[in-house]
């Protein structure tokens, strides 16, 4: 199980990208992952495979809707112990 963490910003499209975020989301959506969207980025949960799949058609969605966007992605994955959103979460606590 990986957690991921995804920013897909469009560049010189104005202050809100609301539109581009719901977009990525509609992509992330389509695939068996945990979503949890968040003020700054999108943390995923799920197989490795899936993640980056659904990472590339979201990037491709919002590109075909601008002119440039810039991606990060980045990935948490372990051996030791379960890795899940809420693990991650409960360790804060």
Do not use: C, W
């Not at 993640?51 to 990060?72: C, G, P, Y």
């Amino acid at each position: 199980m990986v957690v991921a963490e995804v920013s897909i910003i469009p560049l010189g499209e104005g202050p809100s990208v609301s539109k581009y975020v719901k977009k990525a989301l509609k992509v992330f959506e389509k695939y068996d992952l945990k979503i949890e969207p968040s003020a700054m980025g999108t943390v995923l949960e799920g197989d490795l495979d899936k993640i980056l799949e659904a990472f590339k058609e979201a990037h491709q969605e919002v590109l075909n809707d601008t002119k440039r966007v810039v991606s990060s992605l980045k990935i948490d994955e372990r051996k030791d112990k379960e890795n899940t959103i809420e693990r991650k979460l409960n360790a804060i606590k």
